[in-house]
Every structure is written in C-alpha cells, then in structure tokens.
C-alpha cells in the first residue's frame, strides 16, 4: 500500500478510509508561542491562515517567528481521508498536503504578508514536489478561510507568478481553495523545530523578492 507513490492526488473514492477520530493527543500549549495547539475555535479580532509548501516543520518555524503570529500547527489538508496518519499521507493515497495552519492578529501582521513570504521561502513551481522531497503531500498550496483571503491569494500569486515569468523561472503550480478539513497532525510533528533543533529544514530564501 505504501509502495510507489501517485503522481496525482486520488480522487474521494480512491483515497484510503481514514478513521472515525483521532487516535493521539495533543500538548495543550505551543512550545514557543505558549498559545493553545489546538485552534478550531479562533480568538475573537484574530484570523486562521493554512500553507502547504512543503515538508511542514520547517514551513512552522517560519511563521512562529513572525511578529503578529499567535499560535500555530501543523496538519494535513486538501485531501479526502479523515483523521489520516502521517505515513498515510506520505503514500500519497489520501490526497492531503503536508499543511501548516497560522492564527495571527490582522492589527498586527496583514494576511498578504504572509502570503508574500510563503512564496518567497519555496519554489512554487515545482508541482507534486518540493526541492528532492518528491509526492502529492509536497504541493504547493493556499487554503483560504474567507473570500477577502481568497481575493488577495489570487491577486498575489498573479502578480508574483508575473515576476517569475518575467525572469524565466517556470509557471506557479500552488492550488488556491478554500480550506476544507484540517486534521492535525500527531504530536511528535508540533514544533517539531523546537523539539530538534538540527532537524530537517528545506525552505530557504529562493532569491526572488515579492515585487513592490
């Protein structure tokens, strides 16, 4: 079952059963923000924004840095399986994208920001993969929560998708939806940055600024 891995994501009636519930606990508390991990009920005045770009523990410790930024996780979305395993995910039969879900203070850090810096830290062009990490779990991805998220995701990737072009660097590929389920993934994937250290990280500055 865990074999060689789709090049597309399946559709609802290919992708494995998933399960009823979650089968792990959380930690209450953030590692570094000492903000619940847990947020499907968002503070008032704050906002939820999810990415997929790429391996998610480093795509975490990007946004956790970020002033403005209360609390965040990391998940699996845009794909059919409920409450799916990350080794699941990884077989690439769920049709999840290794995501990580951002709750932050508008008055503080605006929602294009982060979409700037989502593009600005991984190649979106690259389809079902990031860098030599290879499946549909590494796509390139915007899950909005509210159509005003929607409008400025879509203007945004025009205008650095328009950057690109310009300099000969290939078409974006990242899907913009509206964020459907979000699972969370299980524990030893929260913070896992904070946890390791020296860990894995394949996000870098890709050397081309969001245009002015």
């Given at each position: 079952m865990f074999?060689?891995?789709?090049?597309t994501v399946p559709t609802a009636d290919?992708?494995?059963p998933g399960r009823e519930a979650a089968w792990f606990q959380l930690r209450d508390r953030h590692l570094v923000l000492d903000?619940?991990?847990?947020?499907?009920?968002?503070p008032d005045g704050l906002e939820a924004a999810v990415f997929g770009l790429g391996c998610f523990w480093g795509a975490e410790e990007i946004y956790w840095q970020k002033p403005g930024v209360?609390?965040?996780?990391?998940?699996?979305?845009?794909?059919?399986t409920p409450h799916p395993s990350y080794e699941?995910?990884?077989?690439g039969m769920t049709g999840h994208t290794e995501a990580v879900r951002i709750v932050f203070d508008p008055a503080t850090i605006d929602y294009a920001d982060l979409v700037k810096t989502f593009f600005e830290v991984h190649d979106?062009?690259?389809g079902m993969r990031q860098g030599n990490d290879i499946g549909?779990?590494?796509r390139s991805g915007i899950y909005t929560t509210t159509p005003e998220q929607a409008e400025i995701a879509a203007e945004l990737t025009a205008r650095y998708g328009a950057e690109l072009e310009r300099r000969g660097l290939g078409t974006i590929t990242t899907e913009i939806k509206p964020v459907g389920d979000y699972w969370y993934a299980e524990d030893v994937h929260q913070q896992y940055l904070a946890k390791n250290p020296n860990g894995y990280r394949c996000h870098a500055n890709t050397g081309v600024p969001f245009p002015a």
């Open positions: 074999g060689r891995k789709p090049a290919q992708a494995l903000a619940p991990v847990v947020t499907d009920e968002v209360w609390s965040t996780s990391v998940g699996y979305t845009g794909g059919s699941e995910v990884c077989s979106p062009t690259q549909t779990q590494y």
